[in-house]
């Protein structure tokens, strides 16, 4: 998505251009700023679709990146995101999700007012902002330093964008042919069509009608059980990140907390905290760490408990270790969805074969043999 940059833009900062914003009104303000669902759902589309996404990501990780240059410079967090905000173009029109432009001013007015940032609205596709703004919260109130902090998130952000991207390519080529079987027996049928097997040649009696029945029946089956493969390769969605919990738990060890202790903080922050804190309640009462982790349905929760239960057990300061077992998950996933690409490949041939060949047959070859043996008559 182009952004220019407009002349309100280059008035002034963000208060200037919003008048009667108040430090006691910038929370209600920004809670109240919500994008249509039509039209932030057409943004994520397009954005995917042209590849917007990802290089707005990528330009969200190096925006970070000189924040925590920034702010090892002695700038303040406010500050900080204010010279960032200022080297990003911004839309003529700006609403929430537009650009990365916007949602960095409006960060950096949270923060120089003392508002919550959680509250600012993220730029559409940048999935990693929710996730950064957390950690700064968690660093904050703990203390931890958010410059080193900033710069292990965007390096492990960068490094996941890289995984998906070679996901993405990987998948290419199963994808693609999904689409060709898709449409080959609706194919077959204008090439039927084009040779003079029209619609007589299959309504013209109960064996064209069986014929155009079954090839239809074929395409819907061959249909639905390719979307079924593409869906069991791509994997469910996680709503909760084992290795951006690894990174805040990591973060908040350097700064002194205890283990579960850094777990407690991180689920106040992060999405799907309300989920651990049963198993955090029971790590505070004494419970072995299997049992505390035995409940838990959340594939990504359970994963964490199994990287961290070395350190629990050890009871030593792990910091170092956590980064590299984040480090590692997010190469799991990397093999794990490469591997199912693969695999994807090879299973597409089972409904080639059974489903959209029989109906390419029906649609495509069978009326033309049953125009031939019904004669010009």
Known sequence: MGCARGPAERAGPVRARLPGRLPGQLPSRLASW??????????????????????QRLRFVEAV????????????????????????????????????????RGLAAAVELGADPRRVPGPSGVVEWQTLLALLQVCRASGAAPAETAERFADASAAELDAERARRAAAAGPKSTVTLLRWMPLGGLGIAWLLGAGPDSLLGDRLGWLVLTAGVLFAAVGHVWAQSLLRTAAGPGREVDA??????TAALLRSGASLVGALERAAVALPGGQRLRPVLARLRWGAD???AWEDLADEELAELGRRLQPLHTSGMAGAAGLTQA??????????????????LAVR????????HLPAFVCLGVLPLLLMMLRGPG
Do not use: F, I, K, M
Not at 34 to 55: C, E, F, L, M, N
Not at 78 to 99: K, M, N, S
Not at 326 to 343: I, K, M, P, S
Not at 348 to 355: A, D, E, I, Q, R
């Open 34 to 55: 919500r994008p249509s669902r039509v039209g932030a759902r057409w943004r994520r589309w397009t954005a995917v679709r042209t590849g917007a996404a990802d290089r």
């Open 65 to 104: 990146r000189r924040w925590a240059a920034l702010l090892r410079t002695g700038s303040g967090e406010g500050q900080a995101w204010r010279l960032v905000a200022d080297r990003e173009d911004v839309c003529v029109r700006p609403e929430p999700g537009c650009c990365l432009g916007h949602s960095l």
């Open 243 to 248: 290795a951006a919990w690894l990174d805040v």
């Open 289 to 291: 760490w299997d049992e």
């Open 326 to 343: 984040a480090r590692a998950v997010r190469q799991e996933r990397r093999r794990t969805a490469e591997l199912a690409a693969e695999q």
């Open 348 to 355: 597409l041939v089972v409904p080639l074969g059974l489903c």
